[in-house]
């Protein structure tokens, strides 16, 4: 299988904060949604990816090329979006698409007119006059237009009122049909991760914490209720992420939840009330944070 990013052993260090052993793969045509809270290391490890700042040990690939050796050839192929990138404020934004166009023979008019009516952005409008979120959608509009094989998006939902992200989420998803093209993208807001993303990446501390498919992830997480004496040996189960007391009911949340886990529990003298699927919210909170009461 084709990759569109390989993390190997990626490591960078600020006075206050590291980023440590990052391993990471992204497969070619696949979304994949990075997760974490302010100051997890969201935006480094974007960063590194697009060659803005150098790791300071492994390696990093990106569409087959190593970084930073390649880093010409692959820019030209990576779309990214971010606060980092600073629009003209004194220009409008035909002037930022005349720009790209010039620079990127795969820019798409059609498709960037498309874009101007989808967001209701005017395209002779001035930047500075723009909105947060007409700013957002003007940069997506400049970043998608150009058809790139691999898009690294940092929180391009952060700060949209619910029509905007909506119209960004619609939008991402049409770039998503052609199957050849990647896209890497943080955020707060795990309902956008959870709609769009094939798999997930929760990234905590700088480490990455949790990497996966979206539907296994789901699909092995459960919220169970029992009823019954608290054990030592409920606590050493495996996957068990989470223990609450509340006599007489104790709930579990489990990360490897499967056809045993219930006689396991019964075994234990656990009478089990309720079984339920949990929210990817729900499981990103569990897993950062945990939450065991005695
Ligand atoms: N150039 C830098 N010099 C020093 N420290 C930095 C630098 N860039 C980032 N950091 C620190 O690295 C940590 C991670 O920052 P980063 O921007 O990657 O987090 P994030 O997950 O994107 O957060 P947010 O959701 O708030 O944007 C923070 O503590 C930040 O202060």
């Not at 979006?81 to 795969?106: C, E, T, V």
């Not at 991402?172 to 990446?201: G, K, M, P």
């Not at 700088?206 to 169970?224: Q, T, Y």
């Not at 949340?253 to 949990?278: H, I, N, R, Y």
Request: charged residues 25%.
């Amino acid at each position: 299988m084709n990759s569109a990013v390989v993390l190997k052993g990626v490591s960078k260090q600020y006075d206050d904060f590291a980023l440590r052993g990052i391993d990471l793969h992204l497969p070619s045509g696949q979304v994949m949604g990075l997760v974490g809270v302010n100051g997890a290391g969201k935006s480094t490890l974007l960063r590194l990816l697009m060659g803005l700042i150098r790791p300071d040990g492994g390696e990093v690939e990106v569409l087959g090329q190593r970084l930073p050796q390649a880093q010409v050839a692959v820019k030209r192929d990576v779309g990214y979006a971010s606060d980092d990138m600073r629009l003209y404020r004194g220009q409008s934004l035909r002037w930022h698409m005349d720009f790209i166009a010039r620079i990127y023979p795969g820019w798409d008019e059609n498709y960037a007119q498309d874009l101007l009516k989808r967001f209701n952005l005017k395209s002779q409008q001035k930047l500075g006059g723009f909105s947060h979120g007409q700013r957002v959608k003007a940069l997506l509009l400049l970043v998608f237009t150009r058809h790139p094989r691999l898009l690294l998006l940092d929180e391009p939902t952060t700060g949209l009122d619910p029509i905007a992200r909506g119209e960004v989420l619609e939008a991402l998803a049409d770039v998503l049909r052609d199957e050849q093209r990647s896209v890497l993208f943080s955020s707060h807001n795990t309902a956008d991760i959870e709609q769009i993303a094939d798999s997930i990446t929760f990234i905590h501390g700088g480490g990455i914490v949790a990497s996966r498919d979206k539907e296994s992830f789901l699909d092995s997480w459960r919220r169970i209720l029992c009823q019954g004496q608290l054990s030592a040996e409920i606590r050493q189960l495996p996957g068990v992420a989470s223990i609450r007391n509340s006599a007489p009911l104790i709930e579990l949340k489990t990360s490897a939840f499967d056809a045993g886990t219930l006689p396991v529990l019964q075994s234990l003298g656990l009478t089990v009330k309720s079984v339920e699927p949990m929210s990817l919210e729900d499981i990103f909170v569990t897993t950062v944070r945990g939450d065991n009461t005695p």
